[in-house]
């Protein structure tokens, strides 16, 4: 029998995949700006890539849960990204 151990995900493999997950999303939000429309598929699966990127993949009934409330809060005012972004360490 075998025992495997791996240590825990360092601080800096943590930050790492905090900024990856930031430029990905930043990215995904730019390429969303210049569509013409708001795309079904698009947001989807820029849910399951910025989930992915932060190390957190979630199941597509997570995914599909996440889109179809965010439907329904869409006349929620949300921040401008400059507002919610912050400088990691």
Do not use: C, W
Request: glycine residues 4%; hydrophobic residues 30%; charged residues 25%.
């Amino acid at each position: 029998m075998f025992t495997v151990s791996a240590p825990d995900i360092s601080r800096s493999d943590n930050e790492a995949l905090a900024r990856s997950a930031r430029d990905v999303t930043q990215g995904l939000q730019t390429l969303s700006e210049h569509l013409p429309g708001k795309s079904e598929i698009f947001t989807k699966q820029l849910l399951r890539i910025a989930f992915k990127f932060a190390g957190e993949p979630q199941t597509e009934d997570i995914i599909e849960q996440i889109y179809k409330e965010s439907l329904t809060s869409s006349d929620v005012p949300h921040e401008s990204s400059s507002e919610q972004s912050e400088e990691l360490p």
